[in-house]
């Protein structure tokens, strides 16, 4: 076998390829955008090499045939928050060969320990936790929502045998958009949406950075207590919001104010991958066409992506209220079937409450998992 760097025109195409390869007779996969991928590795298009750095890596069988691929990252802002220096791995994939996938395995650790890492968490992105992230243990058998990590079952063995070990659940359910919402959720929820002082706005894009500001203001409040959290940059989610552009119902994206106060939001978008799914990861005139064609015609998806409230708002059946209004505008429309909640750390007790309180039911189960260097 042969590992070999990502470093020219010809070895990004093979990386791109590798996957194609692997799930080449698998029908529940989607094809990630080719440009998605890249973006990750372009210092112009993504932030975190501002305070990181990454590589990747294409494996060869004996026979010059494209077998596998890895990459490796360092986020400075948080691979000094741990017990040791930790960096990570992702974009994995590999054929059932457990060799195969030790090397890349080795490989990606060679490198991160030569930078100064003794650990390194994956499968993980070089960039937020909403894409791109998480090992598939349960939920192999519906397809994967846009940004959802999809993949074999057997690579739960490679990390399993490797040494890696799970450090937290991250739990997708399934919420039936046409079922009504329980009795007592729906009126509790009612209520809270109408007290006074409290108001909902759905996202204008023409209103974009006040927005983004709003949420950051949220977000880093909501999350502020959890272990690890490092605060998001207006950067990271100006980055983040013009990414969901293409997608974006404006009307699918919720804020509540309390007197004016920005206090809790509820990102969802449609879920892209039944319009991308026959481009095979081609965005060419004609995957536009068709991109186009399929947005206009409309799916019936949806994709809770995440959803925040400032701790001192928490308790308020505020998260509640969003999903009521947002149904408000949702249910006329008989377009959205299926919500996806997704996904929600099995350590977020509260999210994990609410889920249930709505009727959801469960679907998918990633893992992050991580491997102290010896």
């Given at each position: 076998?042969?590992?070999a760097?990502?470093?020219?025109?010809?070895?990004?195409?093979?990386?791109?390829?590798?996957?194609?390869?692997?799930?080449r007779d698998?029908d529940?996969?989607v094809?990630?955008?080719?440009?998605d991928v890249?973006?990750v590795?372009d210092?112009?298009?993504?932030?975190?090499f501002?305070?990181g750095?990454?590589?990747?890596?294409?494996?060869?069988?004996?026979?010059?045939q494209?077998?596998?691929?890895i990459a490796?990252?360092?986020?400075?802002?948080?691979?000094?928050n741990?017990e040791?220096?930790?960096?990570?791995i992702?974009?994995?994939?590999?054929?059932?060969?457990?060799k195969?996938a030790?090397?890349l395995f080795?490989?990606?650790?060679s490198w991160?320990?030569?930078n100064?890492?003794?650990?390194?968490?994956?499968p993980i992105?070089?960039?937020?936790?909403?894409?791109f992230?998480?090992?598939?243990?349960?939920?192999?058998?519906?397809?994967?929502?846009?940004?959802?990590?999809?993949?074999?079952?057997?690579y739960k063995?490679?990390?399993?045998?490797?040494?890696?070990?799970?450090?937290?659940?991250?739990?997708?359910?399934?919420?039936?958009?046409m079922?009504?919402f329980p009795?007592?959720f729906r009126?509790?929820?009612?209520?809270?949406?109408?007290?006074?002082?409290?108001?909902f706005?759905h996202?204008k894009?023409?209103?974009?950075?006040?927005?983004?500001?709003?949420?950051?203001?949220?977000y880093?409040?909501?999350w502020e207590g959890?272990?690890?959290?490092?605060?998001i940059t207006?950067e990271?989610?100006?980055?983040?919001?013009?990414?969901?552009k293409p997608?974006?119902?404006?009307?699918?994206?919720?804020?509540?104010y309390?007197?004016?106060?920005?206090a809790?939001?509820?990102?969802?978008l449609?879920?892209?991958n039944?319009?991308?799914?026959?481009?095979?990861?081609?965005?060419d005139l004609?995957g536009?066409?068709?991109?186009l064609y399929?947005k206009?015609k409309?799916?019936?998806?949806?994709?809770?992506?995440?959803m925040?409230t400032k701790?001192k708002f928490?308790?308020?059946?505020l998260e509640?209220?969003?999903?009521?209004?947002l149904?408000?505008?949702?249910?006329?429309?008989?377009?959205?079937?299926?919500?996806?909640?997704?996904w929600?750390g099995?350590?977020?007790?509260?999210m994990i409450?609410m889920h249930?309180?709505?009727?959801?039911v469960?679907?998918?189960?990633?893992?992050?998992m991580?491997?102290i260097?010896d």
């Open positions: 076998m042969v590992i760097e990502v470093n020219d025109k010809a070895t990004k195409k093979a990386f791109l390829d590798v996957a194609r390869i692997i799930y698998d529940i996969w094809c990630p955008l080719d440009n890249e973006a590795f210092p112009a298009k993504n932030p975190f501002k305070h750095k990454c590589t990747r890596w294409i494996l060869k069988d004996d026979n010059n494209l077998i596998g691929r490796a990252f360092i986020n400075n802002d948080k691979a000094y741990y040791q220096p930790t960096g990570g992702g974009f994995f994939e590999c054929i059932a060969d457990e195969a030790f090397l080795d490989t990606a650790k991160l320990r030569q100064g890492m003794q650990a390194m968490d994956g992105n070089f960039g937020e936790n909403d894409t992230w998480g090992l598939l243990s349960e939920g192999f058998t519906s397809p994967p929502s846009y940004g959802m990590n999809y993949n074999p079952p057997y063995a490679f990390f399993d045998n490797y040494g890696f070990k799970t450090q937290y659940e991250q739990i997708t359910n399934h919420l039936n958009v079922k009504p009795e007592r009126k509790i929820a009612s209520w809270v949406a109408h007290k006074p002082g409290y108001t706005k996202l894009a023409k209103e974009i950075k006040q927005f983004a500001a709003d949420f950051i203001e949220i880093n409040d909501a959890f272990e690890n959290f490092v605060p207006y990271t989610i100006l980055e983040s919001f013009r990414k969901m997608l974006m119902d404006e009307k699918l994206i919720w804020f509540a309390i007197n004016g106060e920005p809790s939001f509820n990102i969802v449609p879920d892209a039944p319009m991308i799914k026959p481009l095979n990861g081609k965005l004609k536009k066409l068709t991109f399929r206009w409309g799916v019936n998806r949806m994709r809770a992506i995440v925040g701790q928490q308790n308020h059946g509640s209220a969003l999903f009521i209004t149904g408000e505008y949702v249910l006329p429309k008989s377009q959205y079937e299926e919500m996806e909640l997704s929600v099995d350590f977020n007790e509260k409450a249930a309180a709505m009727g959801s469960f679907g998918k189960k990633h893992l992050t991580r491997y260097f």
